[in-house]
């Protein structure tokens, strides 16, 4: 792994919990739709400093990026047109421009929360099968408090109650993505995974407990 400069860190982490930071106040204080309709941006800043920071700078990178990125995009492509894998669903209009019903975003998250836990669990000195364990895991709890707040966001909505296949077809699917990564022997900026994954899990988790109105 390249040598990441701490500017380049520190820029990243301030920028990251500064706009995550912001959208709490600002929908607890009543911005909702102002704040929700850039959620695309929001996204767009994360996903940029995640590409600048991990980085994502090496032709094998690349690849496994734009791998997860279609794995992402086809698994929710059949679950939206197809209701196969994770349930009856449907995405709204806080996600971002669409391709065929599936926000391209949504298989950008797929590739960046797949590395970003990879990151996380690697230091730690666990047999190779609790490490995919487990960053798989991470992979669905982030989910899992998505699902609670996703329909009150417009992100997207289930016809019902979540079902557990969708948890487990998560589960599944980042399996495979984290195996990849270590047969791959892909590693990355740990500092600014933890601060991406939890950013988004307080963000998450806060509304799941303070639910908008």
């Known amino acids: 792994m390249k040598f990441i400069t701490p500017y380049k860190t520190w820029i990243a982490l301030i920028l990251i919990w500064l706009f995550h930071s912001s959208a709490i106040i600002g ?3 009543g911005h909702v739709d102002w704040f929700l309709t850039k959620t695309p941006l929001n996204l767009f800043i994360c996903l940029f400093f995640f590409i600048w920071v991990f980085p994502i700078d090496t032709a094998k990178k690349i690849l496994v990026f734009l791998v997860f990125f279609g794995i992402g995009m ?20 806080n996600f971002g421009p669409k391709l065929d019903g599936v926000p391209v975003l949504i298989g950008c998250f ?12 690697a230091p730690f000195k666990l047999p190779i099968w609790a490490k995919l364990g487990a960053s798989a895991s991470l992979m669905v709890l982030l989910d899992l408090f998505m699902e609670q707040n996703a329909p009150n966001f417009d992100f997207w909505y289930f016809e019902g109650a979540v079902p557990l296949k969708n948890y487990v077809t998560w589960f599944l699917v980042g399996l495979l993505m984290q195996f990849v990564i270590w047969k791959s022997k892909i590693s990355g900026n740990k500092i600014l995974s933890y601060h991406l994954y939890i950013a988004q899990l307080v963000f998450f988790l806060f509304f799941y407990l303070f639910p908008i109105t």
């Not at 929710?76 to 994770?86: H, P, Q």
């Not at 970003?116 to 669990?121: K, L, N, V």
């Open 27 to 29: 929908i607890s204080l």
């Open 74 to 93: 086809f698994v929710e492509w059949l679950g939206v047109n197809y209701s196969l894998l994770f349930g009856e669903y449907s995405y709204g209009g």
């Open 110 to 121: 797929w590739a960046l929360l797949a590395l970003i836990t990879a990151a996380m669990i």
